[in-house]
Nanobody, 124 residues
Framework: QVQLAESGGGLVQAGASLRLSCTCS????????MAWFRQAPGKEREFVAT????????NHADSVKGRFTMSRDNAKNTSYLQMNSLKPEDTAVYYC?????????????????WGQGTQVTVSS
Protein backbone atom coordinates (compact mmCIF):
# COMPACT_ATOMS: atom_id res chain seq x y z
CA GLN A 1 0.00 0.00 0.00
CA VAL A 2 1.44 3.34 -1.08
CA GLN A 3 1.04 6.09 1.47
CA LEU A 4 1.73 9.74 0.78
CA ALA A 5 2.16 12.45 3.39
CA GLU A 6 2.22 16.17 2.59
CA SER A 7 3.72 18.86 4.77
CA GLY A 8 4.74 22.49 4.55
CA GLY A 9 1.42 24.28 4.18
CA GLY A 10 0.48 27.34 6.18
CA LEU A 11 -0.83 30.89 6.27
CA VAL A 12 1.29 33.48 4.46
CA GLN A 13 0.91 36.93 2.98
CA ALA A 14 0.76 37.60 -0.74
CA GLY A 15 4.23 37.58 -2.28
CA ALA A 16 5.63 35.09 0.20
CA SER A 17 7.04 31.63 -0.51
CA LEU A 18 6.31 28.14 0.78
CA ARG A 19 7.78 24.73 0.01
CA LEU A 20 5.52 21.73 0.17
CA SER A 21 6.93 18.24 0.64
CA CYS A 22 5.40 14.86 -0.14
CA THR A 23 6.99 11.77 1.35
CA CYS A 24 6.16 8.35 -0.06
CA SER A 25 6.13 5.18 2.03
CA UNK A 26 7.40 3.02 -0.80
CA UNK A 27 11.11 2.38 -1.19
CA UNK A 28 10.45 1.95 -4.91
CA UNK A 29 9.49 5.61 -5.06
CA UNK A 30 11.55 6.09 -8.16
CA UNK A 31 9.07 4.16 -10.33
CA UNK A 32 6.18 6.47 -9.57
CA UNK A 33 5.13 9.57 -11.43
CA MET A 34 4.35 12.25 -8.84
CA ALA A 35 1.99 15.18 -9.11
CA TRP A 36 0.50 18.06 -7.19
CA PHE A 37 -3.14 19.13 -7.37
CA ARG A 38 -5.11 21.70 -5.43
CA GLN A 39 -8.73 22.26 -4.53
CA ALA A 40 -10.26 25.50 -3.37
CA PRO A 41 -13.64 25.58 -1.57
CA GLY A 42 -16.49 25.02 -3.99
CA LYS A 43 -14.16 24.27 -6.91
CA GLU A 44 -12.99 21.13 -8.66
CA ARG A 45 -9.59 19.62 -8.03
CA GLU A 46 -7.09 21.43 -10.24
CA PHE A 47 -3.80 20.26 -11.74
CA VAL A 48 -0.71 22.10 -10.50
CA ALA A 49 2.38 20.12 -11.56
CA THR A 50 3.60 16.65 -12.47
CA UNK A 51 6.99 14.97 -12.84
CA UNK A 52 7.83 11.55 -14.24
CA UNK A 53 9.98 9.18 -12.22
CA UNK A 54 13.07 9.98 -14.29
CA UNK A 55 12.41 13.70 -14.16
CA UNK A 56 12.35 13.73 -17.94
CA UNK A 57 8.75 14.93 -18.10
CA UNK A 58 7.82 17.98 -16.07
CA ASN A 59 4.62 19.99 -16.55
CA HIS A 60 3.27 22.95 -14.63
CA ALA A 61 -0.15 24.51 -14.96
CA ASP A 62 -0.20 27.82 -16.82
CA SER A 63 -1.54 29.52 -13.70
CA VAL A 64 1.63 28.69 -11.74
CA LYS A 65 4.34 28.73 -14.42
CA GLY A 66 7.23 30.97 -13.45
CA ARG A 67 6.16 30.93 -9.78
CA PHE A 68 5.96 27.25 -8.76
CA THR A 69 8.60 24.59 -9.36
CA MET A 70 8.19 20.88 -8.80
CA SER A 71 11.17 18.67 -8.02
CA ARG A 72 11.86 15.27 -6.53
CA ASP A 73 14.60 13.49 -4.62
CA ASN A 74 14.29 9.77 -5.26
CA ALA A 75 16.91 8.98 -2.62
CA LYS A 76 14.60 10.55 -0.01
CA ASN A 77 11.33 9.23 -1.48
CA THR A 78 10.15 12.83 -1.54
CA SER A 79 8.75 15.29 -4.04
CA TYR A 80 8.62 19.03 -3.52
CA LEU A 81 6.60 22.01 -4.71
CA GLN A 82 8.43 25.31 -4.32
CA MET A 83 5.85 28.09 -4.42
CA ASN A 84 7.07 31.66 -4.85
CA SER A 85 5.20 34.95 -5.32
CA LEU A 86 2.08 33.46 -3.79
CA LYS A 87 -1.26 35.08 -4.58
CA PRO A 88 -4.59 34.95 -2.72
CA GLU A 89 -5.99 32.85 -5.58
CA ASP A 90 -3.44 30.15 -4.72
CA THR A 91 -5.37 29.49 -1.52
CA ALA A 92 -6.45 25.83 -1.52
CA VAL A 93 -5.81 22.41 -0.08
CA TYR A 94 -2.80 21.00 -1.91
CA TYR A 95 -2.69 17.27 -2.58
CA CYS A 96 0.18 15.03 -3.56
CA UNK A 97 -0.60 12.16 -5.94
CA UNK A 98 1.25 9.19 -7.42
CA UNK A 99 0.89 6.63 -10.17
CA UNK A 100 3.04 3.82 -11.45
CA UNK A 101 4.59 4.10 -14.88
CA UNK A 102 6.33 6.69 -16.99
CA UNK A 103 3.38 8.80 -18.15
CA UNK A 104 2.83 12.12 -16.42
CA UNK A 105 -0.83 13.04 -16.99
CA UNK A 106 -2.62 16.15 -15.78
CA UNK A 107 -5.94 14.48 -15.00
CA UNK A 108 -6.56 13.61 -11.35
CA UNK A 109 -8.49 10.42 -12.20
CA UNK A 110 -5.32 8.91 -13.67
CA UNK A 111 -3.56 8.89 -10.32
CA UNK A 112 -3.94 5.94 -8.00
CA UNK A 113 -2.63 7.23 -4.68
CA TRP A 114 -3.35 10.44 -2.79
CA GLY A 115 -2.18 12.17 0.34
CA GLN A 116 -4.48 13.78 2.89
CA GLY A 117 -3.70 17.29 1.70
CA THR A 118 -2.14 20.35 3.28
CA GLN A 119 -3.82 23.75 3.56
CA VAL A 120 -2.22 26.77 1.94
CA THR A 121 -3.81 30.13 2.72
CA VAL A 122 -2.54 33.35 1.15
CA SER A 123 -3.82 36.60 2.59
CA SER A 124 -3.92 39.85 0.62
Amino acid sequence: QVQLAESGGGLVQAGASLRLSCTCSQQTFNIYTMAWFRQAPGKEREFVATMSWTGGIINHADSVKGRFTMSRDNAKNTSYLQMNSLKPEDTAVYYCAAKRGTAAPMNPWQYDYWGQGTQVTVSS
